[in-house]
């Protein structure tokens, strides 16, 4: 992963800083190419103008050896000393100038007049026996067609001896050029063989001066006639057709060969060429050298000479001047690559502990979310008006509704009616408590259910310490309230007839009796006993009695008001507390209690019934009864008068 990103950032760096920097290397490469450019224009102009002065000379020497006198006069009377002094004419020019293989003077049918060969630094006459024939030669045919004062150029070739190239190599040129005697009548063709090695020597010594030492010197159809690989030259003459510079690099010779002068960029380096014509003096320092003065070239020499010098300046020799390739320069490069290679791994390893971390507290909000969302417990948040701005899935489940629907919404909209009243006084509690809890609340379902919550909360105050939000908790106490009910119930009831037990009694009449005493309104006891409840136990058996004793109690019970207080006292003995009652209605209530048992047909379990009667002490309240106890104790000894006097009946209690 990490290397991912730093191979990613590292990627990225680099093509930025590439970016930056590259035209700002590109220019000055640029500039490091113009220098050597700029260097090499030298050797250049060097070579072409050695070339160019070089031809100028000979063209010179022949135009004064066209226009000399033994020429002239030989070619004007052909007398047998002319003939003498033009042979020993044409060997000092031979032997002096050294240029000239051989000077020829041929008769206007091609046949030779006089020659002379260059031997051994020496122009040697040729007899005139050994004179010969050159009518169908091409610098004898070339040199008739020209005008009077043309110069006809050869392609600069290998000399040929027997047929064969002469060896060592001859580079020649060949200048013919017609001859007109003293009348001006045409009288023959003057021909030289000019020996170019001399001059392709220069060439080759002024391009070993160069940087790289390479150069070429390249004829009109891409052969080398100068090379540094000297193996390559003469490939047309030496029948090696492969061997042209046009074969090595096509492309680059379509451009060369196209234009004057230029630089090419290949992906191997530059070339420079510069077109040689060694001919065309206009513009050069021969300048003044003219036309009308001097013989013209046709066409075809023009063709013959069209040369190009082409430098090659190899990629490796620029990047060799780069600073870049220098020690100093690459330490930079690799120091920036260092840095670069620094810097990614550093973001790749942060970014990566930022999303490391990211990640963990995204897993860590999900538990958290999925902590609070289904934790065992209701979870809300209520703003200062106790509406939601909050709730937790489980509290949603237990009350039915969407978080949509709850969401905005007041929170007693969802208690019971006591519950609201008792939640508003939590709710203002805890604006200034700041902390609540255990509040029991009963919630209204969506279904019309209930269910009994703990509630705690904590208030949350904004910046300028006001009270904004409740953070509250609510625990599902359903259970335990309705099992704490049953207990009270249990507590409270008595088993057998279902209603109140002695202890149950006590509470509430206790209650009762402090409120008739305080506001001193009327208040009786009544306790009643079932006569000889012992006869229908032995009579109909202990289940019969059971029986009795319900039956009894769910008949009294229905015959008394709410506000009544009624409850077995223990074994056949019930008691009944009435408040807000006088002593006649009392003596009433008493009465027609008897009578209602009295008149009872009890089923028992047998199938059989039973009648039974009760007997009824009756005390009222007086402001002497402090204690409870006082009163029972009086309805306790009217009935044991009630017993006394034959039971049955109702007595009232009389100090
Ligand atoms: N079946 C049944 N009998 C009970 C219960 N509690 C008390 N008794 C019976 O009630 C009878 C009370 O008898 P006594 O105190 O002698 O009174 P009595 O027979 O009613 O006679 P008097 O009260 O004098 O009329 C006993 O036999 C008890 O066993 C009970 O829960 N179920």
Not at 103 to 114: A, F, T, W
Not at 173 to 197: C, K
Not at 418 to 431: G, H, I, T, Y
Not at 529 to 544: E, L, P, Q, S
Request: hydrophobic share 40%; glycine share 4%.
């Amino acid at each position: 992963m990490i290397l991912t990103r730093f191979i990613l950032l590292f990627s990225l760096l680099s093509a930025l800083v590439l970016a930056v920097t590259y035209p700002i290397y590109a220019q000055y490469y640029q500039g490091l190419q113009d220098r050597i450019l700029a260097n090499e224009e030298t050797s250049v102009v060097a070579a072409s103008q050695m070339i160019q002065k070089e031809m100028y000379e000979q063209v010179h020497l022949i135009a004064m050896i066209a226009d000399a006198a033994p020429v002239l006069d030989y070619v004007t009377h052909g007398r047998a000393e002319q003939r003498v002094a033009l042979e020993t004419f044409f060997s000092n020019v031979s032997t002096n100038f050294h240029r000239f293989d051989q000077i020829r003077l041929l008769d206007n049918s091609g046949y030779e007049l006089v020659r002379v060969n260059l031997n051994d630094s020496k122009g040697n006459i040729v007899p005139q026996s050994e004179l010969q024939n050159k009518s169908q030669r091409y610098y004898f045919t070339e040199a008739k067609e020209l005008a009077d004062n043309q110069l006809f150029v050869s392609r600069l070739d290998l000399n040929m001896e027997n047929g064969q190239i002469e060896l060592p190599h001859k580079p020649m040129l060949r200048f013919s050029t017609p001859i007109l005697d003293r009348n001006g009548e045409r009288a023959g063709v003057l021909v030289l063989n000019y020996l170019a090695e001399g001059m392709l020597k220069s060439f080759r010594r002024q391009m070993s001066r160069r940087v790289d030492q390479q150069g070429m010197l390249i004829d009109a159809k891409g052969y080398w006639l100068s090379n540094h690989e000297r193996s390559n030259e003469w490939g047309a003459d030496l029948g090696r057709a492969e061997h042209t510079f046009a074969r090595m690099y096509p492309e680059v010779w379509s451009e060369i060969s196209a234009a004057d002068s230029g630089i090419i960029a290949t992906d191997k380096g530059l070339f420079r060429f510069q077109s040689i014509k060694p001919f065309n003096f206009s513009g050069s320092q021969h300048a003044h050298f003219k036309a009308d003065h001097y013989p013209l070239f046709a066409s075809q020499s023009v063709a013959n000479t069209d040369w190009k010098l082409v430098i090659f300046i190899p990629n490796e020799l620029i990047q060799s001047r780069s600073f870049l390739y220098q020690p100093l320069g690459q330490a930079l490069v690799a120091l920036v690559l260092c840095l670069l290679a620094g810097a990614s791994l550093a973001m790749a390893i942060i970014t990566n502990q930022k999303q490391a971390r990211s990640r963990e507290q995204k897993e860590l909000n999900e538990v958290l979310s999925d902590l609070y969302d289904n934790a065992p417990c209701g979870y809300h948040s209520l703003d200062a008006n106790a509406h939601f701005i909050r709730i937790n899935q489980t509290e949603l489940d237990w009350l039915g509704y969407t978080r949509e629907e709850v969401l905005g919404q007041p929170f007693i909209a969802f208690l019971t009616p006591n519950s609201q009243v008792r939640f508003q006084e939590f709710f203002d509690a805890l604006k200034t408590e700041k902390q609540i809890e255990n509040v029991v609340l009963e919630m209204q379902c969506k279904d019309g259910a209930t269910f009994y919550v703990s509630s705690s909360a904590t208030a949350q105050n904004d910046q300028s310490g006001d009270f904004a939000v409740a953070r509250t908790s609510v625990f599902d106490i359903t259970d335990r309230i309705l099992l704490e009910k049953k207990l009270e119930t249990l507590a409270n009831i008595d088993a057998l007839t279902n209603i109140s037990n002695r202890r149950h009694f006590y509470e509430g009449a206790t209650l009762e009796l402090k409120r008739a005493l305080r506001y001193q309104h009327p208040l009786a006891i009544l306790m009643f006993d079932i006569d000889h409840f012992k006869r229908v136990n032995d009579t109909y058996g202990h289940d019969g009695g059971d029986a009795v004793l319900k039956q009894l109690a769910s008949t009294v019970h229905s015959s008394l008001r709410d506000l009544d207080v009624f409850a077995r006292f223990g074994g056949e003995e019930f008691i009944v507390l009435l408040p807000e009652i006088s002593p006649e209605q009392v003596a009433l209530v008493a009465e027609r209690l008897r009578q209602k048992v009295a008149e009872l047909q009890i089923n028992l379990p047998s199938g059989e019934t039973a009648s039974i009667t009760i007997s009824i002490g009756v005390a009222m309240l007086t402001p002497d009864d402090k204690l409870l106890e006082h009163l029972i104790k009086k309805a306790d000894l009217a009935l044991y008068q009630a017993k006394e006097q034959g039971r049955n009946r109702v007595v009232e209690y009389n100090a």
